[in-house]
């Protein structure tokens, strides 16, 4: 099983970016998806989260309105749209798969700065 992560980058505060996570060897559509992110010296937080099927998601408050998190089950992947970003958002981007067991991806780098 593999989640790759791509899509990070260097934007400036206000900006957007669109992460992407590709999963293989397991059955996509089944999965929960989540997007984690970890900031330096920080615990790793929920940032969004979409079920197996793409009909419910949820988000954490700091993004509501900013973020928003789809599936494509076709293409076994997961996005996260990311705009008006803001220095805070400054964080290692994981992808996250959640059925009977739990996978990671290896996280891409997200750095908001003027």
């Known amino acids: 099983v593999q989640l790759v992560e791509s899509g990070g980058g260097l934007v400036q505060p206000g900006e957007s970016l669109r992460l992407s996570c590709v999963a293989s060897g397991l059955t996509f559509s089944r999965y929960a998806m989540r997007w984690y992110r970890q900031a330096p010296g920080k615990e790793r937080e929920l940032v969004a989260a979409?079920?197996?099927?793409?009909?419910?998601?949820n988000y954490a408050d700091s993004v509501k309105g900013r973020f928003t998190i789809s599936r494509d089950n076709a293409k076994n992947t997961v996005y996260l749209q990311m705009n008006s970003l803001k220095p805070e958002d400054t964080a290692v981007y994981y992808c996250y798969a959640n059925w009977l067991r739990v996978y990671w991806g290896q996280g891409t780098q997200v750095t908001v700065s003027s």
């Open positions: 979409i079920s197996s099927a793409g009909d419910s998601t």
